[in-house]
């Protein structure tokens, strides 16, 4: 059974680099592909990131030049890094297997609020 | 980038009844990636169904989604209290690589 587990700060700084883990269970993260999604408090769903098994990305395109998305296989993670973040950074923060253009499971979320 | 519309932002419906929820496309999509998802309060999204009309595994099959092109539906039979959730379409894009969800819609049971 597949399982991810996203952790991260919870707070953030304005212009500061954001860092998130996502920690999957029950399969190798080279055996799939993965992606960043998140959910402001209140609001609708929106694509971050997408990292193929080879490692390539791809990214949205409102959020390319902050966004860096990686695999560590050593300790089957994905990671997020999100730099010069502002308050409409603030969202909980879901990582998802991609599977077909499909995200399936999903982990439970972590929220990162960004405040001075 | 295909922007995806769902109607209505709010639905109210009693226990039993059927609920039709729409989702539409800017520009047309490819059955084969428009899925659907039940997000309930404080939980992470669920897929429910993909490829426009297949059921994720464990989805009961009172959940239907049906369409083409740029109109989509998702049907839920035979209504439950536990059905109250908000319900997102998504679509991905192969030229360029992109996904992208609707605004959702809420669903209430009355």
């Known amino acids: 059974q597949v399982q991810l587990q996203e952790s991260g700060p919870g707070l953030g700084k304005p212009s500061e680099t954001l860092s998130l883990i996502c920690t999957v269970s029950?399969?190798?993260?080279?055996?799939?592909?993965w992606s960043w999604i998140r959910q402001p408090p209140g609001k609708g769903l929106e694509w971050i990131a997408f990292?193929?098994?080879?490692?390539?990305?791809d990214y949205n395109p409102s959020l390319t030049s902050r966004a860096t998305i990686s695999l560590d296989t050593s300790k089957n993670q994905l990671s997020l890094r999100l730099s010069s973040v502002t308050a409409a950074d603030t969202a909980v923060y879901y990582c998802?297997?991609?599977?077909?253009?499909?995200?399936?499971?999903w982990g439970q979320g972590t929220l990162v609020t960004v405040s001075s | 980038e295909i922007v995806l519309t769902q109607s209505p932002g709010t639905l109210s419906v009693s226990p039993g009844e059927r609920a039709t929820l729409s989702c539409r496309a800017s520009?047309?999509?490819?059955?084969?990636?428009l899925a659907w998802y039940q997000q309930k309060p404080g939980q992470a999204p669920r897929l429910l169904i993909y490829?426009?009309?297949s059921r994720a595994t464990g989805i009961p099959d009172r959940f239907s989604g049906s369409g083409s092109g740029t109109d989509f539906t998702l049907t839920i039979s035979r209504l439950e209290p536990e059905d109250s959730a908000v319900y997102h379409c998504?679509?991905?894009?192969?030229?360029?690589?992109?996904?992208?969800f609707g605004q959702g819609t809420k669903l209430e049971i009355k």
């Open positions: 998802a297997r991609a599977l077909f253009g499909r995200f399936d499971p």
């Open positions: 029950g399969v190798s993260i080279t055996d799939y592909s």
């Open positions: 990292v193929y098994y080879s490692g390539r990305t």
């Open positions: 520009q047309t999509v490819s059955s084969s990636y």
């Open positions: 490829g426009a009309s």
């Open positions: 998504q679509e991905y894009d192969t030229t360029p690589s992109m996904y992208s």
